[in-house]
Protein backbone atom coordinates (compact mmCIF):
# COMPACT_ATOMS: atom_id res chain seq x y z
CA UNK A 1 0.00 0.00 0.00
CA UNK A 2 3.44 2.56 0.62
CA UNK A 3 4.02 1.42 -2.39
CA UNK A 4 1.22 2.62 -4.57
CA UNK A 5 0.89 5.91 -2.38
CA UNK A 6 4.16 6.94 -2.78
CA UNK A 7 3.60 6.09 -6.68
CA UNK A 8 0.75 8.17 -7.17
CA UNK A 9 2.38 11.40 -5.12
CA UNK A 10 5.21 10.74 -7.13
CA UNK A 11 2.96 11.04 -10.24
CA UNK A 12 1.34 14.03 -8.74
CA UNK A 13 4.23 15.90 -8.52
CA UNK A 14 5.53 14.77 -11.82
CA UNK A 15 1.92 15.90 -13.34
CA UNK A 16 2.27 19.46 -11.60
CA UNK A 17 6.00 20.33 -12.34
CA UNK A 18 4.63 19.38 -16.21
CA UNK A 19 2.40 21.78 -16.24
CA UNK A 20 4.00 24.85 -14.89
CA UNK A 21 3.94 27.14 -17.27
CA UNK A 22 7.40 27.91 -19.35
CA UNK A 23 8.20 31.56 -19.89
CA UNK A 24 9.29 32.23 -23.47
CA UNK A 25 13.44 31.68 -24.27
CA UNK A 26 13.86 35.09 -24.32
CA UNK A 27 11.95 36.62 -21.66
CA UNK A 28 14.13 35.35 -18.64
CA UNK A 29 17.39 36.10 -17.21
CA UNK A 30 20.20 34.59 -18.65
CA UNK A 31 18.47 33.65 -21.67
CA UNK A 32 19.79 32.94 -25.61
CA UNK A 33 19.26 35.60 -28.06
CA UNK A 34 19.43 34.62 -31.56
CA UNK A 35 17.56 37.12 -33.57
CA UNK A 36 17.68 39.66 -36.82
CA UNK A 37 16.94 42.61 -35.95
CA UNK A 38 16.64 46.69 -37.09
CA UNK A 39 19.04 48.85 -35.53
CA UNK A 40 16.97 51.88 -33.37
CA UNK A 41 19.58 53.61 -32.41
CA UNK A 42 23.37 53.22 -31.11
CA UNK A 43 25.53 55.09 -28.42
CA UNK A 44 28.19 54.71 -26.27
CA UNK A 45 28.38 53.68 -23.07
CA UNK A 46 31.33 55.99 -20.60
CA UNK A 47 34.39 53.76 -19.44
CA UNK A 48 33.24 54.38 -15.83
CA UNK A 49 29.87 52.33 -16.79
CA UNK A 50 29.55 48.91 -16.09
CA UNK A 51 29.34 47.80 -19.97
CA UNK A 52 31.75 50.52 -21.20
CA UNK A 53 31.70 51.09 -25.07
CA UNK A 54 29.18 50.46 -28.08
CA UNK A 55 25.10 49.63 -27.36
CA UNK A 56 22.60 49.29 -29.91
CA UNK A 57 18.76 49.59 -29.34
CA UNK A 58 16.87 47.49 -31.20
CA UNK A 59 13.50 45.09 -31.38
CA UNK A 60 14.59 41.92 -30.13
CA UNK A 61 11.59 39.62 -30.15
CA UNK A 62 8.92 42.90 -29.86
CA UNK A 63 10.55 44.22 -27.39
CA UNK A 64 13.31 47.11 -27.25
CA UNK A 65 16.41 46.24 -26.13
CA UNK A 66 19.86 47.24 -25.09
CA UNK A 67 22.27 45.08 -26.63
CA UNK A 68 26.19 45.62 -25.55
CA UNK A 69 28.73 45.03 -28.22
CA UNK A 70 31.93 45.70 -27.18
CA UNK A 71 34.61 48.58 -26.51
CA UNK A 72 35.31 51.21 -28.89
CA UNK A 73 38.29 50.48 -29.42
CA UNK A 74 37.75 46.47 -30.41
CA UNK A 75 34.79 47.40 -32.81
CA UNK A 76 37.42 50.13 -34.30
CA UNK A 77 40.12 47.02 -34.55
CA UNK A 78 37.60 45.04 -36.76
CA UNK A 79 36.61 48.29 -38.89
CA UNK A 80 32.84 47.54 -37.48
CA UNK A 81 30.61 50.43 -37.58
CA UNK A 82 27.24 50.58 -37.12
CA UNK A 83 24.05 52.74 -37.74
CA UNK A 84 20.48 53.35 -37.34
CA UNK A 85 18.66 51.13 -39.31
CA UNK A 86 21.48 48.65 -40.24
CA UNK A 87 20.05 45.19 -40.30
CA UNK A 88 22.28 43.30 -37.93
CA UNK A 89 22.07 39.20 -36.59
CA UNK A 90 22.44 38.89 -32.86
CA UNK A 91 23.70 35.99 -31.02
CA UNK A 92 24.23 36.10 -27.20
CA UNK A 93 21.96 35.56 -23.89
CA UNK A 94 20.14 38.09 -22.11
CA UNK A 95 20.98 39.29 -18.59
CA UNK A 96 20.96 41.40 -15.83
CA UNK A 97 24.20 44.15 -15.60
CA UNK A 98 24.04 46.04 -12.59
CA UNK A 99 20.05 45.68 -12.66
CA UNK A 100 19.33 46.38 -16.04
CA UNK A 101 18.60 44.15 -18.56
CA UNK A 102 20.55 43.89 -21.46
CA UNK A 103 21.68 41.34 -24.14
CA UNK A 104 25.51 40.48 -23.75
CA UNK A 105 26.33 39.76 -28.01
CA UNK A 106 28.18 37.04 -28.51
CA UNK A 107 28.78 37.81 -32.21
CA UNK A 108 27.29 40.35 -34.47
CA UNK A 109 26.68 39.93 -38.05
CA UNK A 110 26.43 42.88 -40.43
CA UNK A 111 25.27 43.45 -44.13
CA UNK A 112 23.32 41.22 -46.26
CA UNK A 113 25.19 40.43 -49.68
CA UNK A 114 29.14 40.90 -48.05
CA UNK A 115 28.49 39.40 -44.19
CA UNK A 116 30.87 40.14 -42.22
CA UNK A 117 30.37 38.48 -38.91
CA UNK A 118 32.70 40.16 -35.27
CA UNK A 119 33.14 37.13 -32.45
CA UNK A 120 32.73 39.26 -29.44
CA UNK A 121 33.18 36.34 -26.94
CA UNK A 122 32.56 32.80 -25.63
CA UNK A 123 32.22 30.99 -22.59
CA UNK A 124 35.57 32.51 -20.86
CA UNK A 125 34.69 35.75 -21.25
CA UNK A 126 35.22 39.12 -24.22
CA UNK A 127 37.75 38.39 -26.55
CA UNK A 128 38.86 42.30 -25.84
CA UNK A 129 40.72 40.97 -22.61
CA UNK A 130 44.02 38.36 -22.16
CA UNK A 131 42.75 35.77 -23.94
CA UNK A 132 42.55 36.23 -27.36
CA UNK A 133 39.40 35.45 -29.19
CA UNK A 134 39.03 34.36 -33.19
CA UNK A 135 38.38 37.71 -34.08
CA UNK A 136 36.31 38.03 -37.22
CA UNK A 137 35.29 35.99 -39.85
Known sequence: ??????????????VLVASAPVPAKDETTG?????YVTVISVHEAPATGPLPGIHLEAKVNGRVSDIYLAPVHF???YGMTFQKGDDVHITGSRTKVAGMD?????????????KRTLYLRDDNGPFWVEHAGPGRK
Open 1 to 14: MQRVFALLTLCGIV
Open 31 to 35: SPVDS
Open 75 to 77: LEE
Open 102 to 114: VVLAREVAIGAAN
